[in-house]
């Protein structure tokens, strides 16, 4: 959640509107973007009360989920939908934190994009990884 949701969100930002955020999609301007985005994320406060609660309960509840017998058997595409769409309610709800409402619609749809794709993206590997996971004995 600190690697992949900054660079899953400084690449949609980017690839929305590259002038604004650096010019082009360079790899290199994304690659420090999402450095900068992840020490962001841990230094800014207003995130603290639902990012840092995201980073600690995301264990715990997805081990009661991979617990469930659901969760093991439903086919991988519905599971990993409904990782995205829950993924993407999250990302919008974290985002919308420290989105500049008072700025551009645009500039508020490319935050709202980011953290979306960055918490669907997210919870879908998330959820890849517990759903392979060996089952604790």
């Known amino acids: 959640m600190l690697t992949v949701s900054p660079f899953v969100a400084v690449l949609v930002l980017v690839c929305w509107n590259p002038e604004r955020w650096g010019g082009s999609a360079n790899p290199l301007v994304i690659f420090a973007m999402s450095v900068s985005m992840s020490v962001f ?39 990993l939908g409904l990782a995205f769409i829950l993924g993407t309610i999250a990302g919008v709800a974290v985002i919308s934190i420290i989105v500049p409402w008072g700025d551009s619609l645009d500039l508020i749809l490319n935050w709202i994009a980011a953290g979306a794709v960055s918490g669907g993206v997210t919870l879908v590997l998330i959820s890849s990884i517990y759903r392979y996971e060996k089952p604790a004995a």
């Open 41 to 79: 994320a841990v230094a800014t406060v207003p995130l603290w009360p639902t990012y840092f609660p995201a980073i600690v309960a995301t264990p715990f509840i997805m081990r009661r989920v991979a617990s469930l017998h659901y969760f093991r058997s439903w086919p991988l595409w519905i599971i």
